[in-house]
């Protein structure tokens, strides 16, 4: 039986480390989701979420996991007469393209190989067909650690495709990772919370423009849990449109006054810090990086095993010796590579002290 009473730390790739300071927030008595304090509650943090974001448009609480707004943005912006481009270059980034799929709507699909990034000359190649309404991408691709270049996509996109719609999957980017969202000219960007927000799973944050709600009036079939028209008029009043999780929301404001006092700015840098050196260490270790290092992300690092190492065993033992996990790679990447989160609360101390005992596994 696991011991759940004595959790490992986790440097997995989400959900990560929760300190207990923040777990005290979500044992906080509860509130009447649609009373005045509530209310109060929900507008600072979306007020807060706005500055961190760079938004001035829509900011909408969503209890589900990140894979809601996969459907929710098709739902909701996608006609069903209309094609998306779906953008594949990992696990996840290609179950997006299959969702698509399953709500009905057509989807073509530019797709690299794993560890490389989606450039925006290939995108333009593919938009200037002129049949697309919609583009996926992913921000940060948690199976490989890849950080695809979404400013330079951006500015593509707003120079020759403007009118296409811009859905962004920012799971692992957000709040580690830097995102304006308004000069990006995204339509919707989300993530969950047990990535870089250092919060338990369960729970999602999403930036939408008034675009992206403007063209939902024209879609049918949104159903009714990810509706947008109905969030947009809920958010409008600091309400969410069905029971919200109000200990995550409670969780969130306590992390979003975090990251305002440090500086937005400071904790993208704090990140790059905890990333720099996760790299460093692996190279100089004589493993490899899976992607390009000028695509590496820097809320994760996915190391290559060019030393052939026992990636299951290394992880027991580093388990079994500290309580502490990180991550074998993902799925066919299972042993091939292995994957060290460095995002949300983990600091650089404890990056280097992980490090440390996986070199005591391998002999350094």
């Given at each position: 039986?696991?011991?759940?009473?004595?959790?490992?730390?986790?440097?997995?790739?989400?959900?990560?480390?929760?300190?207990?300071?923040?777990?005290?927030?979500?044992?906080?008595?509860?509130?009447g989701?649609?009373?005045?304090?509530?209310?109060?509650?929900?507008?600072?943090?979306?007020?807060?979420?706005?500055?961190?974001l760079?938004?001035?448009?829509?900011?909408?609480?969503s209890?589900?996991?990140?894979?809601?707004?996969?459907?929710?943005?098709?739902?909701?912006?996608?006609?069903?007469?209309?094609?998306?481009?779906?953008?594949?270059?990992?696990?996840?980034?290609?179950?997006?393209?299959?969702?698509?799929?399953?709500?009905?709507?057509?989807?073509?699909?530019?797709?690299?190989?794993?560890?490389?990034?989606?450039?925006?000359?290939?995108?333009?190649?593919?938009?200037?067909?002129?049949?697309?309404?919609?583009?996926?991408?992913?921000?940060?691709?948690?199976?490989?650690?890849?950080?695809?270049?979404?400013?330079?996509?951006?500015?593509?996109?707003?120079?020759?495709?403007?009118?296409?719609?811009?859905?962004?999957?920012?799971?692992?980017?957000?709040?580690?990772?830097?995102?304006?969202?308004?000069?990006?000219?995204?339509d919707?960007?989300?993530?969950?919370?047990?990535?870089?927000?250092?919060?338990p799973?369960?729970?999602t944050?999403?930036?939408?423009s008034?675009?992206?709600?403007?063209?939902?009036?024209?879609?049918?079939?949104?159903?009714?849990?990810?509706?947008?028209?109905?969030?947009?008029?809920?958010?409008?009043?600091?309400?969410?449109?069905?029971?919200?999780?109000?200990?995550?929301?409670?969780?969130?404001?306590?992390?979003?006054?975090?990251?305002?006092?440090?500086?937005?700015?400071?904790?993208?840098?704090?990140?790059?810090?905890?990333?720099?050196?996760?790299?460093?260490?692996?190279?100089?270790?004589?493993?490899?990086?899976?992607?390009?290092?000028?695509?590496?992300?820097?809320?994760?690092?996915?190391?290559?095993?060019t030393?052939?190492?026992?990636?299951g065993?290394?992880?027991k033992?580093?388990?079994?010796?500290?309580?502490?996990?990180?991550?074998?790679?993902?799925?066919?990447?299972?042993?091939?590579?292995?994957?060290?989160?460095?995002?949300?609360?983990?600091?650089?101390?404890?990056?280097?002290?992980?490090?440390?005992?996986?070199?005591?596994?391998?002999?350094?």
């Amino acid at each position: 039986m696991a011991d759940w009473k004595n959790p490992p730390r986790l440097f997995i790739p989400g959900p990560v480390k929760v300190n207990d300071d923040v777990l005290q927030q979500l044992a906080r008595p509860t509130l009447g989701h649609r009373d005045k304090e509530y209310g109060v509650l929900h507008g600072e943090v979306a007020d807060m979420l706005k500055k961190l974001l760079f938004t001035n448009q829509y900011i909408f609480l969503s209890t589900s996991s990140g894979s809601g707004l996969w459907e929710a943005s098709i739902r909701n912006c996608v006609h069903p007469d209309e094609t998306v481009l779906a953008t594949c270059c990992g696990a996840f980034s290609d179950k997006w393209a299959d969702v698509v799929k399953e709500c009905g709507r057509k989807v073509d699909l530019l797709k690299v190989e794993w560890g490389k990034p989606t450039l925006p000359e290939q995108i333009d190649a593919k938009l200037s067909a002129g049949k697309y309404a919609a583009i996926t991408l992913i921000y940060n691709e948690t199976s490989t650690g890849l950080m695809n270049p979404i400013y330079d996509i951006a500015k593509m996109m707003k120079a020759k495709h403007p009118n296409v719609l811009v859905f962004v999957d920012a799971v692992s980017g957000m709040i580690g990772q830097p995102i304006h969202f308004d000069e990006l000219g995204w339509d919707v960007a989300f993530a969950s919370v047990q990535k870089a927000f250092a919060l338990p799973p369960g729970f999602t944050v999403a930036a939408v423009s008034k675009r992206a709600v403007e063209k939902a009036k024209s879609v049918p079939g949104r159903g009714y849990y990810f509706d947008f028209i109905q969030w947009a008029k809920a958010a409008e009043k600091n309400q969410t449109l069905v029971t919200p999780s109000i200990p995550h929301i409670m969780g969130l404001h306590y992390q979003c006054t975090k990251f305002l006092n440090e500086g937005i700015e400071n904790v993208w840098a704090r990140h790059k810090k905890m990333a720099d050196f996760c790299r460093g260490w692996a190279k100089s270790k004589g493993f490899e990086l899976f992607c390009d290092e000028k695509y590496a992300s820097n809320t994760l690092t996915t190391i290559k095993n060019t030393r052939g190492i026992n990636v299951g065993d290394v992880i027991k033992a580093v388990k079994a010796k500290h309580n502490t996990i990180f991550s074998a790679g993902y799925g066919d990447l299972k042993d091939k590579t292995f994957r060290i989160a460095h995002m949300g609360d983990i600091t650089l101390e404890e990056v280097q002290e992980l490090c440390g005992w996986i070199d005591a596994e391998i002999g350094g």
